[in-house]
């Protein structure tokens, strides 16, 4: 049973660059059959995808972010990390890591998540 | 980008009624559509994947249909601990998108 748990800075000023660790547990990051996921949600928003990479280092990134967004992985201690620059006030939201099993049948889907993190962009 | 619409985006019930949630996505996705239940201040909760196979744990009240464009989220027999958002996911392809959600509260 995997847990994952975000870490990082809760309060980001504008323009500069917000960066959150998950760190995966119960079971090793470097297997297959997973993809390692970014979600975020604005305040009584719904939810976004900001993109994954799997274990081999292939990254996938919302078009809408991908000039802003880096997502890297650490083996050696089971995290994988997001970084997004210029930040705005609109970028405060909740952000979630979370897996997204790769099943059968070419089917995938966001099975466990993190708890979440409130990152806000302030001066 | 795969646009996914969900209908309503609120509705109201009571305990024991039968609520059908419906998604809609502007080009086919096969049946490679996800339920999500997210309740306040905590993540979403994996319901059904693949538009109709229900997540290990799930409760049997909870089903899904649908194909290429069209799906239904339906919850027999409403229980109190299901009054929360309701969010589809398409896994077509990327960006993966969701729903604008579906709130579902007491009568």
């Known amino acids: 049973q995997l847990q994952l748990q975000e870490s990082g800075s809760g309060l980001v000023k504008p323009s500069q660059t917000l960066s959150l660790t998950c760190t995966v547990s119960?079971?090793?990051?470097?297997?297959?059959?997973?993809?390692w996921s970014w979600i975020r949600q604005a305040p009584g928003k719904g939810l976004e995808w900001i993109g994954y990479?799997?274990?081999?280092?292939?990254?996938y990134y919302n078009p809408s972010l991908k000039s802003r967004v880096t997502i890297s992985i650490d083996k050696s201690k089971n995290q994988f990390s997001l970084k997004l620059t210029s930040v705005t006030a609109a970028d405060t939201a909740v952000f979630y890591c979370?897996?997204?099993?790769?099943?059968?049948?070419?089917?995938?889907?966001?099975?466990?998540w993190g708890q979440g993190t409130l990152v806000t962009v302030s001066s | 980008d795969i646009q996914m619409t969900q209908s309503p985006s609120s509705l109201s019930a009571s305990v024991g009624d039968r609520v059908t949630i419906t998604c809609r996505a502007s080009?086919?996705?096969?049946?490679?559509l996800n339920w999500y239940q997210q309740k306040p201040g905590k993540a979403p909760k994996l319901l059904i994947y693949?538009?109709?196979r229900i997540q290990n744990g799930v409760p049997s009240r909870f089903s899904g249909s649908g194909s290429e464009t069209d799906f239904t989220l339906t919850i027999n027999s409403l229980q109190p601990e299901d009054f929360a958002t309701y969010y589809c996911?398409?896994?077509?392809?990327?960006?993966?998108?969701f729903g604008q959600g579906t709130k579902l509260e007491i009568k």
């Open positions: 979370a897996a997204q099993t790769l099943g059968s049948g070419y089917y995938s889907y966001f099975d466990y």
């Open positions: 080009q086919s996705i096969n049946t490679y």
């Open positions: 119960g079971g090793s990051i470097a297997s297959g059959g997973y993809s």
């Open positions: 996911q398409q896994s077509y392809t990327t960006p993966r998108t």
């Open positions: 990479i799997y274990s081999g280092g292939s990254t």
């Open positions: 693949g538009a109709s």
